[in-house]
Structures are given as structure tokens and as C-alpha cells.
């Protein structure tokens, strides 16, 4: 494939779309519906744009983008999406903000970055349903969080649960419950329709410490193993691989991981290295080796996270189950 020439910058929220291309500096705004992209065909051709030359550059921002990607896909534009941070921080000291400022900023680091960006596609029906199902039961997890917590503080000030204020919360809190599990059944269900991503899942719970919950969650941020190349990527992503922090003679830090992280993943992974420490023989013997020549146990159980990522991604790459190794600890 060709590389882009001609990048557009894409500013979205729900409603609307800016688009501001770098080299004309041309803006176009239009509706965040079919009605609206059949527009940005026109404008291309007005500009002097052909099409297979275009790279649309957009910020993740959900599912205001769900049905613009498709659209640019289906009509052969490629289209990239990029951390808003990434390129907040490319652009330097900024003062002022638009949304067609934005659409211009976006297209300039298109520019500036267009020998590392690779276009992308949509992800299949069965991977675009499991991310809406993810995304629905982290945002009910998450309420749920909230509302333990809110039983826990009226139950330390002496209420029963037969009082209504509590009964009330803990009625709430049963139906989060039942919810979240038929979102979790569905979402397997979903899995087993698709024969690749269901013999993947089945691959990751091979590995003792990995359960249903980040078996899913990994197929989602990895788009079944097509977003990131190996595990030490995915590392970073998830904030589990540490980072060299020093500078001339007078600051010299231990390594230490990045907060820019995945913080979902990132608990998902701590939980699985809790069990895992527990339960899998060799990470066990690692873990208690580690702690015992003084090694503190947050930085071992970080490395048990990395050596889970590892062990996902050597699973899928040989397409083989995992096989536990006492000997051969890792």
C-alpha cells in the first residue's frame, strides 16, 4: 500500500465532525451521521484530494467514532487513531482551543508523525460486539465498587440490613450482581461464536492465574492479538514494564513503571498475580525466592504480572495450552 500523502485531521464529539486537512487548510464541519460523512467525499474532491492519498487522523473517543470508521473504510479511506495525550504532547505550548483547532492540530501531527502511523480496519462483528459488553460490565463493576462501598460505611455506623436504607443498597447491589454475570455469560457466548477468538480463550485459561474476566478483557485491548506485536508492548500498555528513570550524575532512580497505563488491565493483572503466586508452582517458587533475598513485594508481584503478559502471548503465538514447569521456573 501506498503511504498517505495528504493527512486530514479529525476532531469529533457526539453531535458533530471537524475536519481540517494540513496541506490546503481546508475546514470542513459536518453531522456525526451517514448524512454528514457523505460530505466529506465531496469536500475530498473539492480539495483536490484523491482519496487512496487521504489519511484521516482521529483521537479514541468511543463510540463517537463507531460509525465514521466504517464509513472511511467502506469507501477506502484510511483512517488511524491516536492517544489524545500523545498529541496533546507533540504540539508543545498551545494557547487556545476550538474545535477546529483541534482538527488542525490533529492533522499536523498526522504530518509530523506519518512514518510511524499504520492505518487501521474495524474490528469483526463478534470483536466490536465483546468490546460493547466489556465496556457496558466495567462501568456496572465500577458502580458496584461505589456502592460496597456505601454499605460498608453505613454498616460502621451500626445499621442493619433490615433497615430500609440499607435493605434499599443491598437490593441494588443484588441486581448489579446478576446483571454483571449475564453480561459476563454473553460475553463467552460471544466468544464461542468465533472460532478463533474462542480457541485464544480457551489458550489463555491454560495458564493458572488467568481467569474468564482477564481472558475477555485481553482479547478486547489486544483486538484478539492484532494490536500489539508482543508481550513487552502489551507490558507498557498495561503499566507492568519498568522504565529506566535517571539523568546525568545527580538523579539516579530505580527503574520504575509509568502511570500513562491501562489502569482496568492493570488491576486485572495485580488480581491474577495475587492468585497466581498462590496457586501456580512456579511463579510461587519465584515469588518466595524473590521476597526472601529482601526484595520488596510489590516490585516481585509486578514482575509476576510481566511474566502473565509473557506467558499470554507465548500461549497464542505457539497456539499451544500452557504447560506448568517446576523445573524450569520462570
Not at 475536519?19 to 448524512?35: F, G, I, P, Q, Y
Not at 503478559?309 to 497456539?319: K, L, P, S, T, W
Request: hydrophobic share 40%.
Amino acid at each position: 500500500m501506498e503511504k498517505a500523502i495528504e493527512f486530514i485531521g479529525a476532531d469529533l464529539s457526539k453531535k458533530t465532525i471537524d475536519l481540517a486537512c494540513h496541506s490546503t487548510k481546508a475546514h470542513l464541519r459536518v453531522e456525526n451521521s451517514m448524512k454528514g460523512f457523505s460530505r466529506i467525499i465531496r469536500w475530498l474532491k473539492q480539495q483536490r484530494i484523491m482519496i487512496t492519498d487521504a489519511m484521516v487522523i482521529m483521537e479514541h473517543t468511543g463510540l463517537y467514532s463507531w460509525h465514521l470508521e466504517a464509513f472511511l473504510f467502506q469507501n477506502g479511506i484510511r483512517y488511524c487513531k491516536v492517544s489524545s495525550l500523545e498529541i496533546k504532547r507533540s504540539g508543545g505550548l498551545v494557547r487556545g482551543k476550538t474545535d477546529k483547532i483541534d482538527a488542525v492540530r490533529i492533522a499536523a501531527y498526522g504530518a509530523e508523525k506519518r512514518e510511524k502511523l499504520r492505518p487501521e480496519t474495524p474490528s469483526s462483528a463478534a470483536l466490536q460486539r465483546l468490546k460493547m459488553l466489556q465496556c457496558s460490565r466495567d462501568q456496572l463493576v465500577k458502580q458496584r465498587a461505589g456502592l460496597k462501598n456505601i454499605v460498608e460505611e453505613f454498616r460502621n455506623i451500626g445499621l442493619d440490613n433490615k433497615d430500609i436504607i440499607l435493605e434499599s443498597q443491598l437490593k441494588v447491589l443484588q441486581v448489579l450482581n446478576e446483571e454483571i454475570k449475564k453480561l459476563e455469560e454473553e460475553m463467552e457466548c460471544v466468544i464461542q461464536q468465533d472460532k478463533l477468538m474462542a480457541k485464544n480463550y480457551q489458550l489463555l485459561l491454560s495458564i493458572k492465574g488467568v481467569g474468564k474476566v482477564l481472558a475477555m478483557a485481553t482479547l478486547v485491548k489486544t483486538g484478539n492479538f492484532t494490536r500489539f506485536s508482543n508481550g513487552r508492548k502489551f507490558a507498557c500498555y498495561c503499566g507492568t514494564a519498568p522504565f529506566e528513570h535517571s539523568s546525568g550524575t545527580s538523579i539516579k532512580g530505580k527503574p520504575r513503571v509509568s502511570h500513562l497505563a491501562d489502569k482496568d488491565m492493570k488491576t486485572l493483572l495485580y488480581l491474577a498475580a495475587m492468585t497466581a503466586v498462590q496457586y501456580n508452582k512456579e511463579l510461587k517458587a519465584f515469588y518466595q525466592r524473590r521476597v526472601a533475598q529482601g526484595k520488596t513485594k510489590m516490585s516481585t508481584l509486578n514482575i509476576v504480572k510481566t511474566k502473565i503478559i509473557d506467558r499470554m502471548f507465548a500461549v497464542i503465538h505457539r497456539q499451544e495450552v500452557y504447560i506448568e514447569d517446576l523445573v524450569n521456573a520462570a
